[in-house]
């Protein structure tokens, strides 16, 4: 069973500092439509594509991903999402948080139109708590972001609800859950994650972040970490949930100013400290995400030794040397990697968590590194394959030269 979509199975405590400010207060009815609340223009992104409804395999038209005019999602009422999941039965529940509950649920594929258990296409339904102190503020966010931003490793939008109080998210339903799930949460039924998968993943999220980054107004995603990167059924990676997601620096600044929001562990120094926040702030959190990936170790945890709480300041002395890097290397990999690819990793990771936003990589720099130690992976793997060929062809002639004689 997939999770989906923010669920608080933390590292790190959250981040809020600050009053909250800057609260939405338009009122929320029946049959609202989306242009009555985006507060996205259609130049707020720069150039886009079109606003032809967003369909399952937009992907396959668009690889490199496209930014539509505005927000076209489905307008989903309040009854027909209790349809889609039985009610919003205790059984359906994906996960929950804070925010709320996400439950399981089934719509027909080409209309969306609420089905029967087992009919159409599962969907994650993101149900908001009415109590939620920002819930509508990273609710218009989500929207605004993710009904507008379409790309192959962002997870997809599909629809929204907002009637009187209930504000609920429809998203494409991610079969193999939260990557923080299959790192972190042993004992289940997730097997653990081989070298090639983790590489896969890492690949997966930085395209999705770079994407984000090149746009001509840039998105700050703010809060990159392993649970808001989500596994589909081929453990394809899509970022999720953008309640947090700011638009970049303009007018020549180097950052923006902002209340401090995030996760404790993922959140960049210079953010935590000053409020400033950079298109690198979210080069940091990746950096710690590909920490965990290295180690198998959450980026905060009280359990570990003294000393060993902090993940980055913990390995930071192993990364940059190594003869000392497979001291830390996830015991669970067995080996089973290839040296050459997780030391250029593990440098990439020093990088990445610099305490200067100015020395990290782009996160184009960042995706391009994971390429050529994917490009390494299979040159070794093709060099493999041919030593064993030659081995077999060169034993089969031997035979045969004994079999004349």
């Known amino acids: 069973m997939g999770n989906c979509l923010g669920l608080q199975w933390k590292s ?8 909250i400010i800057g609260r939405l207060t338009s009122k929320a009815s029946t049959g609202t439509t989306m242009t009555e609340f985006s507060t996205i223009s259609s130049s707020t992104f720069g150039q886009s594509t079109g606003s032809s409804r967003l369909s399952m395999d937009d992907s396959l038209v668009y690889p490199e991903g496209r930014i539509l005019e505005s927000p076209n999602l489905k307008t989903f009422t309040f009854s027909e999402l209790k349809g889609a999941t039985r009610n919003f039965k205790p059984e359906t529940v994906l996960g929950e948080g804070g925010f709320g509950k996400v439950y399981k649920g ?3 594929e080409k209309t969306l139109n609420p089905s029967k258990s087992g009919i159409g296409i599962m969907v994650a339904v993101k149900k908001l708590n009415p109590e939620s ?3 509508l503020e990273e609710w218009q ?3 605004n972001f993710l009904g507008r931003l379409s790309h192959p490793n962002l997870v997809k939008l599909l629809g929204y609800c907002w009637e009187d109080k209930e504000l609920l998210l429809v998203y494409e339903f991610m079969a193999k859950g939260s990557l923080e799930n299959h790192l972190f949460r042993r004992g289940t039924s997730n097997e653990t994650l081989s070298w090639d998968l983790r590489l896969k993943i890492l690949i997966g999220a930085a395209r999705g972040l770079a994407f984000l980054h090149s746009s001509e107004r840039q998105v700050i995603y703010r809060d990159f970490k392993a649970s808001n990167i989500l596994l589909d059924s081929n453990y394809n990676a899509k970022l999720s949930d953008f309640g947090l997601a700011k638009h970049g620096p303009d007018g020549g600044e180097s950052h923006v100013t902002t209340r401090v929001m995030g996760t404790f562990g993922y959140a960049a120094p210079e953010y935590v400290a000053t409020g400033h926040l950079y298109v690198k702030s979210d080069v940091y959190g990746f950096g710690v995400v590909l920490l965990e990936m290295l180690t198998g170790l959450r980026a905060l945890d009280p359990n570990r030794p003294q000393g060993q709480h902090n993940l980055v300041k913990y390995a930071k002395p192993f990364l940059a040397d190594r003869r000392k890097l497979a001291r830390i290397m996830d015991q669970r990999l067995e080996g089973q990697y290839n040296s050459k690819g ?31 130690i994917e490009a390494m992976k299979r040159r070794l793997k093709d060099s493999r394959l041919s030593s064993n060929s030659l081995r077999r062809t060169g034993t089969g002639t031997s035979t045969r030269s004994q079999r004349e004689r």
């Open 342 to 372: 997780a030391i250029k990793a593990a440098q990439l990771s020093l990088q990445c968590i610099n305490d200067e936003p100015k020395s990290r990589p782009s996160m184009k720099e960042v995706l391009e590194t994971l390429e050529q």
């Open 133 to 135: 102190v920002q819930g």
């Open 106 to 108: 089934w719509v027909e």
């Open 141 to 143: 966010s989500e929207v």
């Open 12 to 19: 790190g405590s959250s981040l809020t500092t600050g009053p």
